[in-house]
């Protein structure tokens, strides 16, 4: 490994460091010295190996233990994530009007001279409306509101009769989010995270490196498919704010 491309994976390794330590800063305050800093450690130990491979003349000992050790810093992640904790803020459950958001469509009523929408709670903190309009489809607009709100009751009589709580579906949920411009932002955003730190070039070198030798020790493709996996879950996380996760 030359002086060039190690200079490179020591960067990403600390971009993923960052990226690691702001999710772990806000887990529950109870995973502190739990799932937080058995993450962290692994990190660190990953972080120690590639080091120490990158210095050894020999390295097949230390590239089995930084395979292992990666492995256990994987799962962990993903132990993690499934447990919900990277819907955490300042080690506390966001508030429920974040993370069980209610979803209501109605049809909007349109004239020559007016358009009628629906009326969502004022918030004189955050200084506006709460809710988010999802999409259109079918003729029908689909509104989350947080859970914890609820509607006024006084909607424009134009379209009060069309308001309904939603019940999705899989097949529901996955049409608005193709067709809601808030999703596609997100997605957007996960690429634009991922290729700050990874060319298509990188991505699809390492691709067919791992594809060619799929069991072999590849702590670069590792490495990356760790941090890619933290970007993912950090957009899963914001869909759910919106009811689709």
Known sequence: MGIHSEAKLDQKFIAF????????NHFPKHEKYGLALEIRRAAYEVYGYIVEAQKRYIKK???????IRHEQLRMFIRLAYELGYFEYKSGEKQLRSLIMPTIYSYQKYIDNFTTRYIKLPESLELHGQIGTELAVL?????????????????????????IVAVK??????AAIAAASPHVALIRTRVKDKIA???TLTDEVGMLRGKAQAPSATN??????????ELVRAWGEAEKAKLGLG
Request: charged share 15%.
């Open 17 to 24: 460091a960052k990226l690691m330590n702001i999710y772990l």
């Open 61 to 67: 000992t230390t590239l089995t233990n930084l395979d």
């Open 138 to 162: 079918n003729g029908l607009t689909y509104v989350c509101l947080p859970d914890g709100y609820t509607l006024p009751v006084d909607q424009p009589v134009e379209i009060a009769s069309s």
């Open 168 to 173: 999705l579906t899989p097949e529901l949920s």
């Open 196 to 198: 700050e730190k990874y």
């Open 219 to 228: 702590s670069t493709f590792d490495k990356y498919n760790t941090f890619v």
